[in-house]
């Protein structure tokens, strides 16, 4: 996926070295896997900008301890938020370690990915 004016970074989610490549960005676009519940493969993209990830994901928005929804507002806080962060959450299934993606989830990335790409079209 080579856009030109887009970089592409993957990260663990551990959210302090999320802050710290999204510090000085105009725009941010994080893809994570979530389990709020929803079905597999459900896409959730959320404008964070000037607003906290809804509750209704909580915590379970990450796996991780300290992951996409804590570095949002810990950068909100201090004051790194990048321009515009968009969020997309992809609804996984099963989130052992080792596990491949189910059927439904590999709809949902590939239909994230398309969506993302549009996105960014209208913004490069």
Do not use: C
Request: glycine content about 14%; cysteine-free; charged content about 15%.
């Amino acid at each position: 996926l080579a856009l030109p004016g887009v970089t592409i970074l993957e990260q663990s989610g551990e959210g302090t070295s999320l802050i710290a490549v999204w510090e000085n960005a105009a725009y941010v676009i994080v893809v994570d896997a979530v389990q709020s519940g929803a079905e597999p493969g459900t896409i959730h993209r959320l404008d964070v900008t000037d607003k906290p990830i809804p509750a209704q994901y909580g915590s379970r928005f990450s796996g991780h301890a300290f992951g996409v929804a804590g570095a949002v507002e810990m950068a909100r806080l201090l004051g790194k938020l990048p321009g515009r962060l968009i969020v997309y959450g992809i609804e996984g299934l099963a989130f052992a370690t080792g596990q491949g993606l189910s059927v439904g989830v590999e709809r949902g990335v590939e239909t994230a990915v398309q969506q993302i790409r549009q996105e960014l079209s209208t913004i490069v």
